[in-house]
């Protein structure tokens, strides 16, 4: 796979989403980590829209990158939104935008997205790539945590199930939290997409592997959550190995 006497190594290392942001986290998965790299540069990065290859060059800088949606999930949500001809959708943890902009990108020119995020500032890195991208009207950016929010739109009433896709990449100790409401939020046959269901592969290692503070600390609570939606009745649900694990909730009652 390497070109012009590139090492496989150096190759694999000029990938920002290899390592942290996939699943491919051993040396014995380095044919699969291989696959992930030929997937990014034959499918993914030479039809990334050139705002989003802004903002992933961008938000790599940020010593925060850790926080971003992988380029395959960008592209993934963005295909995804079209097929469900999405138009009214819901973000809530955006950092410097990035799925929020392969969202805007799918969406009808009239439609609209909630972004939610506790900090402004990330959101506004991201800013002028996606007003230079032509779609900063689609989003409406709200400050501070979301639950509060959440609570006043289901006891205003007039916002039960009237969003056709949400996507929840935020504080995983609240995931359960945020289900509980978005279910009444998203409409019957829309779609709720919860980011890192994999949690950099911790859910499959023993409670005794050795793990990043943050990768420990998480990790019960996206347990707890794969197993909460696994149970729900109200949903079907598909989780897949895109990104760091991406598992889509279709409701159904």
Known sequence: MAQNGESNENQAGRHQEVGHKSLL??????QDLRKYVYILETSVYPREPEAMKELREITAKHPWNIMTTSADEGQF????????????????????GYSLLATALALPDDGKILAMDVNRENYELGLPVIQ????????????????PVLDQMIEDGKYHGTFDFIFVDADKDNYINYHKRL????????????????????????????????????????????????ADPRIEICQLPVGDGITLCRRVS
Do not use: C
């Open 77 to 96: 949500l963005n295909m995804l939104l079209k097929l469900i001809n999405a138009k009214n959708t819901m973000e809530i943890g955006v950092y410097t």
């Open 183 to 230: 279910i009444d939020l998203v409409k019957v046959g829309g779609v709720i997409g919860y980011d890192n269901t994999l949690w950099n592969g911790s859910v499959v290692a023993p409670p005794d592997a050795p793990m990043r503070k943050y990768v420990r600390y998480y990790r019960d609570f996206v347990l707890e959550l794969n197993k909460a939606l696994a």
């Open 132 to 147: 230079k991208a032509g779609v900063a009207h689609k989003i409406d950016f709200k400050e501070g945590p979301a639950l």
């Open 25 to 30: 986290q051993s040396d014995a998965l380095y």
